[in-house]
């Protein structure tokens, strides 16, 4: 039997999975509201919305597969391994995505698709992290190697 998800895989499954659902809502909208664009228009935003889409789906793809289908990833690739690839993968969605919210242009609004999207690829770039770091909210982080003691901690 597979071990239940971490934390950390949850936000990175949970991210891409919102950024996928939120992505057919509109990403700009006009100001009187009757003309909006979502990532999938090709028409405005085509690679700036797109793209962030695609990283997300890589990395939570991954993620999942190799969570609940066990799957066995090739390592290295290009001297990283994936959670380099995937920590990148997913800052460079959430820089884009970001960039696109702060430049959205005079007679735009940005719309509900976009502010969710950047939601999720905050929590899939949060996940990345933690996996990268083997930071784990609630238990013990891979942060060094500890051995319980039946001493108390000296102070020094």
């Known amino acids: 039997m597979k071990s239940s998800p971490k934390p950390s895989q949850i936000a990175i499954v949970a991210g891409a999975g919102v950024m996928l659902i939120f992505s057919f ?3 700009v909208k006009t100001s009187y509201g009757s003309v909006g664009y979502s990532a999938w228009s090709g028409d405005y935003l085509f690679p700036l919305a797109i793209f962030p889409l695609l990283f997300a789906l890589v990395v939570g793809g991954t993620t ?10 090739p390592e290295p ?3 990283m391994n994936w959670k380099q690839i995937d920590f990148a993968l ?3 969605a959430t820089a884009i995505l970001l960039g696109l919210a702060i430049s959205t242009p005079n007679g ?11 939601l999720g690829t905050i929590a899939l770039t949060a996940g990345t992290v933690m996996e ?8 013990a982080s891979g942060g060094g190697n500890q051995t319980p003691s039946d001493q108390p901690p000296t102070p020094f």
């Open 132 to 139: 990268l770091l083997n930071i784990e909210v609630g238990g």
């Open 90 to 92: 997913a800052f460079a």
């Open 64 to 73: 999942a597969a190799t969570l609940f289908g066990g799957v066995e990833l």
């Open 25 to 27: 809502l509109d990403f």
């Open 108 to 118: 735009l609004d940005m719309g509900i698709g976009l502010i969710f999207s950047l």
């Open 77 to 79: 690739i290009l001297t």
